[in-house]
């Protein structure tokens, strides 16, 4: 920050999970975060549009497995319950991204490959950021304890920034959400 502007070519506004399967309402795991899957996305659309015009870079890091899990050797936890469920799958309607984030077009970069709970595994994330030379990186989206978390904690130890916006994520519920918001991401972001 220069006094109390914030530098907008060194921020990322990072947006996980905002894919039909989570945020539409015949979602295959909607209810995971249903109760606050309306808010978490208003109040993501309020920060896009409202730095849409700066310099701002816009990511999206779907999480998109193939048809057979075959990348998924013995998940458990959610990548289980993703597997059992048979969400996020390549080609499937829940895997897309929702059309309030894909109405911004180019403007959101999409990278491809995030195939487990962070982000950076897989993607080209962190060769993107460091080439545009981006120093603070703020994540929205699903699930905020899985992850919001490993992400935030891979960009953290990758030496960035990090900043989690409470009312732009989702727990599982709202006891969830404030542990981490409250305790757990003020280690690090």
């Known amino acids: 920050m220069v006094g109390s502007q914030p530098l907008f070519s060194r921020t990322a506004v990072v947006l996980i999970g905002y894919q039909k399967d989570y945020f539409g309402r015949d979602g295959k795991l909607h209810g995971v975060i249903q109760a606050s899957s309306d808010s978490v996305l208003r109040n993501t659309l309020k920060i896009i549009n409202s730095l849409k015009d700066t310099s701002v870079l816009f990511i999206e890091t779907p999480i998109i ?30 895997s897309e991204t929702i059309p309030e984030i894909t109405q911004f077009g180019d403007r959101i970069i999409q990278i491809p490959g995030k195939r487990g709970l962070n982000a950076f595994a897989g993607t080209c994330l962190e060769e993107l950021l460091k080439r545009e030379r981006v120093t603070d990186v703020v994540l929205c989206g699903a699930v905020t304890s899985v992850c919001i978390d490993s992400t935030g904690r891979a960009a953290h130890e ?28 003020p280690l690090y972001a």
């Open 158 to 185: 990758l030496g960035f920034r990090v900043h989690q916006l409470e009312d732009c994520t989702c727990g599982r519920t709202q006891a969830e959400q404030d542990q981490y918001c409250q305790e757990i991401f």
């Open 65 to 94: 497995f193939t048809k057979d899990y075959s990348e998924l050797l013995e998940p458990s936890g959610i990548l289980k319950v993703i597997k059992d469920v048979q969400a996020f799958k390549m080609g499937d309607k829940g």
